[in-house]
């Protein structure tokens, strides 16, 4: 089966660092995503990995590691507006471009 | 940047009745356009797969002549709700794959937000 798990729901000060999981068992693997998305709006493109290792893109980087099944997406000098609820999406078996969306992490900041 | 709308925005519609959702890339040209649904708190639920010129294709458990899907353009993919029914309310959104994929992936429309009365 497909299956990609995120933690529910997290909680972080303004300023702080945080790191939202996330792991994937799915039949192809292509790539994967991250999207913001605020309330109520359309998600946002925040990062893509193909390729082991990290991207950075500035306050912003996510990880990858194929072997593991696993991703991150670190989020640095938290800000208010960063409470929303990340989605970690990965790219199926090449040639239909289907995303397989994970349940998704609502981060809420605190001042 | 590529540009996907949707229209309407937002529709309140009485049991029983059909509603059209239109999902149209602005500044690219979408061979393939994808039709999600979003029930609150939840994440996001691929319904179809939208391909210009020919069928969709429908997820398991997703009625295909309860959503119907036509992709007329490489630019228009509309989504009509037969027969709505208040389960039915919830946020569709719509996103797509440009033909030359950028490395952002697929682009997503602003969504719409149905409720059935």
């Known amino acids: 089966g497909q299956n990609i798990d995120q933690p529910t729901e997290m909680t972080a000060t303004e300023g702080a660092i945080v790191q939202i999981n996330c792991t994937y068992q799915?039949?192809?693997?292509?790539?994967l995503f991250w999207y913001q998305q605020h309330a109520g709006e359309a998600p946002t493109f925040l990062s893509y990995?193909?390729?082991?290792g990290l991207e950075e893109k500035g306050r912003f980087s996510s990880f990858l590691s194929r072997s593991k099944g696993y991703s991150y997406l670190l989020l640095k000098e938290l800000q208010m507006k960063d409470s929303a609820s990340y989605l970690c999406a990965v790219k199926g078996t090449s040639g239909t471009y289907k995303y397989i969306f994970g349940t998704g992490t609502r981060l809420k900041v605190l001042a | 940047g590529a540009v996907v709308s949707q229209h309407p925005s937002w529709v309140i519609c009485k049991s029983g009745t059909s509603v059209k959702i239109e999902c149209r890339s602005l500044?690219?040209?979408?061979?393939?356009m994808f039709w999600y649904r979003q029930f609150p708190k939840q994440s996001l639920m691929l319904m179809a797969t939208s391909n210009e010129g020919s069928k969709a294709t429908y997820e398991q458990g997703v009625e295909k002549d309860k959503f119907l899907i036509n992709h007329a353009s490489l630019t228009l993919s509309t989504l009509t709700v037969t027969s709505a029914h208040p389960e039915d309310s919830s946020f569709y959104i719509c996103?797509?794959?440009?033909?030359?994929?950028?490395?952002?992936?697929?682009?997503f429309g602003p969504g719409t937000r149905l409720t059935v009365t």
């Open positions: 996103s797509a794959r440009q033909v030359t994929e950028a490395l952002r992936g697929q682009y």
């Open positions: 990995n193909v390729l082991d």
């Open positions: 500044d690219f040209q979408a061979t393939t």
């Open positions: 799915t039949s192809g693997f292509n790539g």
